[in-house]
C-alpha cells in the first residue's frame, strides 16, 4: 500500500512549525507496511489543495491530511475538501455533544467557532477526535482513500491510533516492510562505515538495504528486509556481529534512546544516580527524567552553574576553581565524589566545560567538556573537544555522559575516536 | 521569487529523522522575501529525484534540495544532478584540499570514500562546506536554479548563510513579504480568538493576513502584510494594542522565547534566580540555560526528585510531606522560600506535581501541577491542571513557570483562563 502525506499550512511553509507529523506518520505507516512515498506540503489555499489531492492520488492508494481544520478563519481544508468531494456541510451530532461535553468538563464556555467544527461534510465516515474539538475525517473515491486531520500532533495521533489503522487495517492486508536499527554511540559516520566495510559489503550481497542515519552524537544503522519479517533472525544475527565488536559504540536497538537502556541497566542492578552539573544545566538530569518510571532510579541533581555554588553546595575546592579553573579534571572529580555523598546515590555524574558561543580562550576553547563520574569505587573523569555549537555540544555532552555511564556499569573500557 | 524545497532521504519518509531543514529554510527563505511553495519529500531514487527535479522546476524558479551527498552507498543525490544536469565528475582541488585539511586538524585519516566526496560534476558552482566533508553544488538550467546541499543540519545552514544566500541576494533583486509574530502563553487559541475578534475583523480589512500558531502552552499571533516592510508601522500599533489589553499572555513578540524575555529582564533588574525542581527534573534550569549568557542571572538548582531530597537539601518539613503530600502548596512554597535562601538567589520557582503517565490518584489525577515562587517580599503558589501527556505537562509546567515569574517581576496580575 503507497501512501502520501499531504500537510495543510503557511506556518510550514515559512517554517514556523517543524513537520514532526510528518514523521511520526511515516514511523507509524511504515511498522504497518504502508510505504509513505511522499511527502508534500502546501499552503492554505483552496486550488492548491485540490491539485495536491489530485497529484497525490496519482501517485499513492491512501492520502492522509493533516492540518486547516482548526476554528479560526485562517483554517479551509473542511470546506475545501467537502467541495472535492461534492458534499455539503450538516451538524454533525455525535460531535456536537462530544464538543459540548469537551468544554463542560474544563467549564469553558462554548464558543460560535466551536460549534461550526461540528458541521461536517455528510460524504464521509467520521474519525472521533477525543483529544480536540477538530474531528477527523475518511473520504472514499474511486477505491481511494483520504483522511483528514487536524494538525496539532497529539490529535493528529489520536485519530490515527484509535480509529484510522485500526480501519486501515481492517480493510486490506497489509504486508509488512521490515526495519530494523542499531544505535550507536560516540563515532562518527564515515569511520563506522571505515570499520564495518566487510560486514556491508556482506549485509547489501545478501539484498538487506542498509543506511546510516547519523544525529548529532549518535548514528543509526538500519537494516531493511524487504520480504518482511521473514529475515528478522538474519537481521539479529548481524547485528550482533556488530555488538560484539564495538560494545562501547553499540548500545541499543530499535530507536531506543540511550537514557532509556540506560535506566533499564540501572533498574536491573537496583543502582541509583544523580547529577552534578554546570555546563550542562540541567540537560542531563531531564534527558534521564524524561522516561516514564525514572523515579525508580534517579534521585537528584545539583546544578551548580556558578563558581560560588560548586564551592558551597558540593564542596569543590575554592583553591582548585581559582587556580585550575571549573572546567578541569579537578573540578569534575569533586563534583561527582561529593554530589554522590550528598545525593546519597549509587553514581554521580558531572559536567563542566565551555558550551559557548562565548567564553572560550586558546587553552580552553568552546567546546572543551569535562565529564566527571563517581562511583561506590572510584572517580574518573574525560575530556571532549565538542565544536562550536551551544546546543550542539550539551546535547553531545548528555548522550556521551550517559553512554560513559553505561560503559562504566557495564565494565566496557572506552575509547575515544 | 517562489521556491521549493526538496528533500531527500528515506530517513526522512520512514519518519526517523524530523525534516527541520525544511522548516529552517522556509524561516530563512520568508526573510529574504524568497516565497517556499512547496515542500517536497521523497526516497533515494534515481528516477523519483529525476522528475521531482523536473516538477518543481514547473512550480518554482529556485529548488533547494538537501539530503543524499554523504559518503556511504545509500547516497546518490550528486550522481542523479550531474547526469540531470548533462555533466560529468572531475576531482574539484579545492575541495579536495578542505577536505584533506578537514581530516588533518581532527587528526584523523582521510579514507577513500572522502575523497571521492571531491569528485564533483563539471557543470556547477561549488559551494563551499566549511562544517564537512560533502561540498554544495549550485546548478543552473533555462534560468532557473538548483541548490544541492548535504542533509547534515549545520553543513546546510553553512552553506546557505555563507554561500547561497549572499549569491541569490546578489543575482536577483528580492522584494520581502513582511512577517511580524506576537508570542502569548497561558490562553488557549480559541479563547484568545475570541477575546481578540473586534480586532481580528480590523486587521483583516486592512489586508492583512492573521495566523494563529498555536503549540503546547503558547499561540503565536502572525501578521504578514503582502506590501513588504512599508506597513511595519502598522502593525506594531495593532500589535501594541493586545499587549495592552492581555499583558499577562502576551509576553513577546518575533518568535521570541519566553526564555529569552525573561532573561532579559533579570539582566535588566540585575536580578538572579535559580530553582528547586521536582517533576519538571531540570526541565525549567535547563530552559533558562539554554538561553547565551543565562550566567549573567541564573545561578543553580537543585533537583529533588525523591521526598527525601526534598527534605534534606533544602528542608522541606518531614511532616508536610507525610501529611498534605508532596504535590501540595506547603510544599512547593517551603521548595521555593528554602532553595532561595540556599541558593542565595533573587527569585526561586518550585515544581512539584505528577506529570504521568503514572502515579496520578482521584484527588491529583496525572496533570496536577504546583508552581511556587519565592522573592524577597513573598511566597505564593499556584496549582494548574494540565492534561495527560508527561512531556507536555513538564513542557507547560515550564513555560507557565517562566511566564508567572515574568509577570511577578512586572507586577502584573495572572488570571487563570
Known sequence: MRAEILSIGDELLIGQTINTNASWLGQECSKLGIRIVHVTTISDEKQLIKDAVDEAFKRADLVLVTGGLGPTKDDITKYTLCEYFDSELEIHIPTLQRIEAFFSKRNRPMLDVNIRQAELPKKCTILENVNGTAAGMWFEKNGKI????PGVPYEMKGIMMEQAFPRLQEKFALKALYHRTLMTQGIGESFLADQVQDWENEVREKGLGLAYLPSPGMVKLRLTSYEGESRAEEIDAYFKQLEE?????????????????????????????????????GSLAQTMVSVAGASDYFQGSFLTYTNELKNRLVDVSKHDLDTVGAVSREVVEQMAKNGREKLGVDICISTSGVAGPDGGTEELPVGTIWIGIATKDKVSAKKFQFGDHRERNIQMTVLTALNLVRCEILGILIEKK
Chains 1, 2 share one sequence.
Open 146 to 149: 483520504l483522511i483528514s486531520m
Open 245 to 281: 565488536r564495538f560494545p562501547n559504540y553499540v548500545y541499543g536497538k530499535e530507536d531506543e534512546t540511550i537514557q532509556l537502556v540506560l535506566g533499564r541497566l540501572l533498574s536491573e542492578k537496583k543502582m541509583t544516580i544523580g547529577t552534578v552539573e554546570s555546563c550542562t544545566g
